[in-house]
């Protein structure tokens, strides 16, 4: 159930690497600097546990110009003696190359080793830590309404090293794994409400979780987290943009404004001119602008046809609430 989140830094990977054990083929791994390396040559090694003993169908990836994302050449599993092999990898001696190891059931933490070619046969080993998992229940809730599975959440965990996620199942209930031992920041992400932290904390106001309370994790344990309810529904905010004959304007830019000027969301309008922003994760007061840019005849109005955000009506909004009718008739410049 564990889903991968696009790594936070390249230099947060080398931190996790830099834990791990990396070993160059053989005791000492001297680098050609004139030679070609023939077509067909081998990138090979063998994936470790922490205690010496070879990890089976670990999914091994092989990338040509490293350090960063570069290009995927090719992917395989190590064997049961913890070996992978790519045959056929053509390039010069010097390029460089990546390969990163994936335990898919994300029982060991990621890792991966840049080298460069060394001719015929180049050995990349590697040792994988023990990783952990933390794992839980999410439910929502709207008003007096009984509590519902959280179906289509998804709960982050970042930590300095390491970031992972998970889509909530059907059932309610995620696992993340591939996790460095450390503390780790939960994040519990759903497009009908706010965004909220652990522990059953919304988020401060387009901010981080930083400040929340922090899950730890143990090598080859599993963390279970209390049940997470997530109970503050977003608000809906739509309405029609015009020209001032009434006519509909289209490609025009809504976008919601809290009460201290800090945009929440946006929309563009359709070809009758109608907009809807449907993820108003704010309480309190909004106002709402059509903005208008280079090229376009018109001007950029405020509601209720204001110059400015100063002059702008302002409208009140609790959790859930879904506001029509916010209509703006744009003079021309």
Known sequence: M????????????AAICAMVVLVAGGTTAAIATASAAPAGAVVTGTIFDPSGYPLTGITVRLFRDGPDEGTLVDTTRTNDAGRYRFNGVEGTTGDSYRVEGTDESGGHVFVDSTFDLTGTTTTRNATMRLAGFIQGKVSTKIGTAPAQRATKAFVSAESEDAAEGAH?????????????????????????????CYDNLRAPFHGSCSRSTKVTVIAGRTTTINPQVLDHPNSKVSGKVTDTSGAPLSGIQVAVYTDTNRQINDSTTKADGTWAVNSVDWVGRIKVVARTYSGQPYRTTWYKNAVDFAHGTAIAVKDGSTITGINMALPTK
């Open 2 to 13: 564990t889903a991968r989140l696009a790594r936070l830094t390249r230099t947060t990977v």
């Open 168 to 196: 909530v199942s059907s059932k309610g209930t995620f696992r993340i794994g591939e996790l460095p031992p450390g503390t780790y920041t939960l994040t519990f992400l759903d497009s009908a409400f706010a965004y909220q």
